[in-house]
């Protein structure tokens, strides 16, 4: 999972013609760091998408302007369009992630 770090460049990585994967966390947040024990394998099976995190502590810009309340949220993009949004209440689980992608990414 590549890391975003600036605005600028999130804007160019949410405006490819392909569809995007990004995941908001932040350092202090305890559901992300055990969401990141077991985002790998699903990360995996997902492959042929590109994946990205960015933290909304250092980039606030990109998550106000998407909707980011709660954290980690995983968001997908396509040509700068956000298309789907699993917000932080239903992304405690490898399933709820992976049921979000079956039915976003098809």
């Known amino acids: 999972m590549r890391t975003i770090s600036q605005y600028l460049e999130f ?10 994967i990004v995941k908001f966390f932040a350092d202090w947040c305890p559901d992300c760091t055990r969401m990141d024990m077991w985002i790998d ?3 995996d099976e997902y492959n042929e998408y590109t994946w990205y995190k960015i933290n909304r502590d250092q980039v606030p810009e990109a998550a106000t302007e998407n909707d980011v309340m709660g954290i980690p949220s995983i968001l997908l993009f396509k040509n700068g369009e956000k298309l789907a949004h699993l917000h932080s209440a239903n992304a405690k689980t490898p399933e709820s992630v992976k049921a979000f992608l079956k039915e976003n990414i098809q």
């Open 11 to 20: 804007q160019e990585i949410i405006n490819q013609d392909e569809i995007v």
């Open 41 to 43: 394998p699903i990360v």
